[in-house]
């Protein structure tokens, strides 16, 4: 199971929110490529950049951060946020991302996430955004009625290989990830799943590795040191 730091943009600077609320907002460093790169040299195998105005916006955003960011770290790179058709889908990809994170355009546009999956294939990711079960869009400020595992499954029969869950209700809470919901999605033969949302200390990671997802998502426990990277890694490498 991978850990991989999570690095949200938003004014330009690395930031978290409090259960997807763009008014409470904690800023954690000024500059994002900075935290990539620690990230990286605490043995980080992959890096999670949300572009948190993009998401809202509609459109990328902080294209030219993330940019940098790519460039400053060997590690892949996967982005969300703003990524709502197949230009920017190719704008993302053409910046050196390794994987680009669908999440509105899932919900309203499901033949395009198709078309981008055969076109692109595992480099496509979807993520799944609830609120008590149900997903969320437009930057988490919409909540449609379609429920997570539904999404899930839709995306699964479109070719989706990687899906990133997360509870909007625990994010940046560090109160625990919502491990049964997480577990509900777990399938032998669908997409792998990548946890996000609430992780708050070691044994939460531990909890996840055995729920039997591909990765989780932690970013509010790295900035505050509730959790240490290498330490974190070290512990779970028989999840590896």
Request: proline residues 3%; aromatic residues 4%.
């Amino acid at each position: 199971m991978q850990i991989i730091p999570a690095i949200d943009i938003k004014d330009g600077r690395c930031v978290r929110l409090y259960q997807g609320n763009y008014d409470d907002v904690t800023v954690f460093d000024h500059d994002p490529v900075t935290i990539a790169r620690r990230w990286e040299q605490l043995g980080a195998q992959r890096i999670h950049v949300v572009d948190l105005d993009g998401a809202k916006a509609g459109r990328p955003v902080n294209a030219q951060i993330v940019f940098a960011i790519v460039r400053a770290v060997q590690v892949p790179v996967q982005l969300g946020g703003g990524l709502r058709d197949v230009g920017t889908v190719d704008s993302a990809l053409n910046l050196g991302v390794d994987r680009a994170i669908l999440g509105t355009a899932a919900v309203r546009d499901p033949q395009l996430v198709a078309h981008l999956v055969e076109r692109y294939g595992e480099r496509i990711a979807v993520g799944v955004d609830a609120r008590e079960g149900k997903v969320a869009a437009q930057g988490w400020t919409e909540t449609s009625q379609l429920s997570a595992i539904d999404l899930t499954e839709q995306m699964a029969q479109c070719g989706v290989r990687t899906i990133i869950y997360t509870d909007i209700s625990r994010d940046g809470t560090l109160e625990g990830p919502n491990i049964a919901a997480t577990a509900a999605l777990v399938r032998p033969d669908g997409p792998a799943i990548i946890a996000s949302g609430g992780v708050g200390q070691l044994d939460d990671l531990l909890a996840l590795a055995q729920s039997g997802v591909a990765g989780v998502i932690v970013g509010k426990a790295l900035y505050t040191g509730a959790i240490e990277l290498r330490h974190a890694l070290g512990a779970l490498k028989e999840y590896a």
